[in-house]
């Protein structure tokens, strides 16, 4: 795993991409994905937008989750782009983010290996996109991909679903393999009610996996206002 020293060559990489898509949307045409600004992939005020404010929250079953930040305005707009206008290289900008606290979550873990474990797209997700999101985002991170989970079955649409609505339609949807005795902490896109993440867990368990916690790179405004509130808590 990268470690912090090698933070400020990251950093410089990630500076020199960015110019990069710069120059490449100038030539495709591309406007802002966070405020279709005309001429560039992503103007510099919406870059600011997309960098990494932590959100702390967990699922109904209990599991601590991360967030890079939350799922509103600009980054809920770049994530939908990159999601579903296959705007791949917002992957670039996203996965730093991502990568700052998926970073500090494995540099804080006692010596020993930890497996990043993306939680899995379905096939129909990646038949029409061509890549898996949680994936890619790992590896813009810095990060290698441990794909130990798969779909055995597929879900509706949780789009529209309650809480425990979304519970039902997964539960039971995904297993793992070779994760016994592996140290694990999960990684996903989006956290809306933590039901996939639950599911991924309850998965690697059941293999023998130690589920640690679950990074996303953003979670819905309920999350991100439970946050604030227990900060809140916290300083009273």
């Known amino acids: 795993m990268p470690s912090s020293a090698a933070a400020p060559a990251v950093r410089a990489i990630d500076a020199v991409r960015a110019i990069g898509a710069d120059v490449l949307a100038l030539l495709l045409a591309a406007t802002c994905a966070g405020c279709d600004a005309p001429e560039t992939l992503l103007c510099a005020s919406c870059r600011q937008r997309i960098r990494a404010r932590p959100v702390v929250t967990g699922t109904t079953a209990g599991l601590l989750v991360r967030a890079a930040m939350p799922f509103e305005s600009v980054p809920a707009r770049c994530v939908r782009?990159?999601?579903?206008?296959?705007?791949?290289?917002?992957?670039?900008?996203?996965g730093a983010a991502l990568g700052e606290v998926l970073r500090g979550v494995l540099e804080a873990r006692p010596a020993g290996e930890v497996a990043v474990v993306p939680v899995p797209s379905s096939r129909a997700a990646f038949r029409r996109r061509g890549y898996r999101v949680p994936d890619l985002l790992?590896?813009?991170?810095?990060?290698?991909?441990r794909r130990l989970l798969s779909t055995r079955?597929?879900?509706?649409?949780?789009?529209?679903l309650d809480v425990e609505s979304r519970s039902r339609n997964v539960h039971g949807s995904m297993c793992a393999k070779g994760s016994g005795g592996l140290a694990v902490v999960l990684v996903d896109d989006v956290m809306t009610t933590g039901a996939t993440l639950d599911e991924a867990a309850r998965a690697l368990r059941v293999a023998g996996a130690?589920?640690?916690?679950?990074?996303?790179?953003?979670?819905?405004?309920?999350?991100?206002?439970r946050n604030a509130y227990a900060s809140e808590t916290?300083?009273?």
């Open 81 to 94: 782009r990159l999601k579903d206008e296959g705007e791949t290289r917002l992957a670039h900008p996203l």
């Open 138 to 145: 790992i590896r813009r991170a810095g990060y290698t991909p």
């Open 153 to 160: 079955r597929p879900t509706a649409d949780q789009r529209g």
């Open 210 to 225: 130690d589920v640690l916690s679950a990074v996303v790179l953003a979670a819905t405004p309920r999350h991100s206002e």
């Open 234 to 236: 916290r300083r009273k």
